[in-house]
């Protein structure tokens, strides 16, 4: 089972999706650990390499900048990494143990491995992959079958986290907003949770009302928790 956090401590908060330094600079205010710019052509929140410059160049020193790749080529990946200063690079395709391995080795990024969740097998999987952190995300198909990556407002059975065994980190992801994410730390007590669609007035625009309630929501999970801990 998933490590338990110090019960007055909350997750930390990625900010996934973002495609410009507004909001960039509102999910550092608001205390976000890591900002994620997705690399990926097959999705509407894909992030421009000018805008990732600037909000490298602005925020690179105020929180951990992740480069979220799928299937992209190793080049490619160690490539950005090294050209943005990446604090990390999230691996949401298919890529292998020595894959991560590799492109961790390349230039010192803390890698994330993320994986899609539509069963127990799927958590199993991630045993394989002795990477900084395991991300897990609901399982989405595209009309034509087409598994779809990250960002679509939909959530997996957390139940299913109960016989993880791993003691690599958790980023808990996929269809959290404000009215879940408690009870979803609550049930699977993540390092860390990750917040892309849910917290959007529309694909790669944060809604500022919507995150800020976010932050709310998951540091009252930890008040919470707390306050059961003290009664208990």
């Known amino acids: 089972m998933s490590a338990t956090l110090p019960r007055a401590e909350p997750p930390r908060v990625k900010v996934c999706g973002v495609t410009n330094l507004a909001d960039a600079e509102m999910a550092v205010s608001l205390g976000a650990w890591a900002v994620g710019l997705i690399f990926y052509d097959g999705s509407p929140r894909r992030c421009s390499l000018a805008e990732a410059q600037r909000i490298a160049a ?51 990024v803390q890698v994330i491995k993320a994986r899609q969740v539509s069963g127990p097998g799927d958590v199993r999987a991630m045993e394989r992959f002795h990477v900084d952190f395991h991300l897990l995300d609901a399982k989405a198909l595209a009309p034509g079958r087409q598994a779809l990556r990250g960002g679509t407002g939909e ?26 994410v408690a009870q979803a730390i609550e049930l ?36 919470e928790r707390a306050s059961i801990g003290q009664r208990a």
């Open 155 to 180: 959530t997996f059975e957390w139940g299913l986290l109960a016989g993880r065994r791993s003691k690599v980190p958790l980023i808990l992801s996929g269809g959290l907003h404000a009215g879940n």
């Open 188 to 223: 699977t007590h993540p390092n860390a949770v990750d917040t892309a669609s849910g917290t959007e007035a529309a694909p790669g625009r944060k809604d500022p009302e919507k995150l800020g309630a976010f932050f709310d929501a998951v540091k009252r999970s930890a008040a």
């Open 58 to 108: 602005a925020l690179r020193r105020k929180v951990a900048l992740c480069g979220v790749f799928v299937n992209a080529p190793l080049e490619q990946v160690v490539a950005l990494a090294e050209d943005l200063e990446l604090s990390m690079v999230q691996l949401h395709g298919e890529e292998g143990p020595s894959f991560c391995s590799e492109a961790r080795r390349r230039n010192g």
